[in-house]
Nanobody, 114 residues
């Protein structure tokens, strides 16, 4: 079993920045992919960004150019740097790890509002 602990969410004004972190509870010998999804109220969960073991990165069109995903293999931690935040980025953000089984974090709230 792997637990994922997310941190870094909160309230920010439009145009601001936040950095999300997601740390695995134990060292994992092989991670196929890590990343982030988000779910806004009344909406389906959607992919935000993902990074594979070979460091292939994918972003949703909605965040491309504003968000940056990165990982620290030694710490089994994935980060999401979010810049130029918009009100439509407001959502609960979920970290995931693909080992090959998928594990999810509990989610962390990001609110973009003036």
């Amino acid at each position: 079993q792997v637990q994922l602990v997310e941190s870094g969410g909160g309230l920010v004004q439009p145009g601001g920045s936040l950095r999300l972190s997601c740390a695995a509870s134990r060292i994992i010998s092989s991670i196929n992919a890590m990343g982030w999804y988000r779910q806004a109220p009344g909406e389906q969960r959607e992919l935000v960004a993902t990074i594979t073991r070979s460091c292939t990165i994918n972003y949703s069109d909605a965040v491309k150019g504003r968000f940056t995903i990165s990982r620290d293999n030694a710490k089994n931690t994935v980060y999401l740097q979010m810049n130029s935040l918009k009100p439509e980025d407001t959502a609960v953000y979920y970290c995931y790890v693909l080992i090959p089984l998928v594990y999810w974090g509990r989610g962390i709230q990001v609110t973009v509002s003036s």
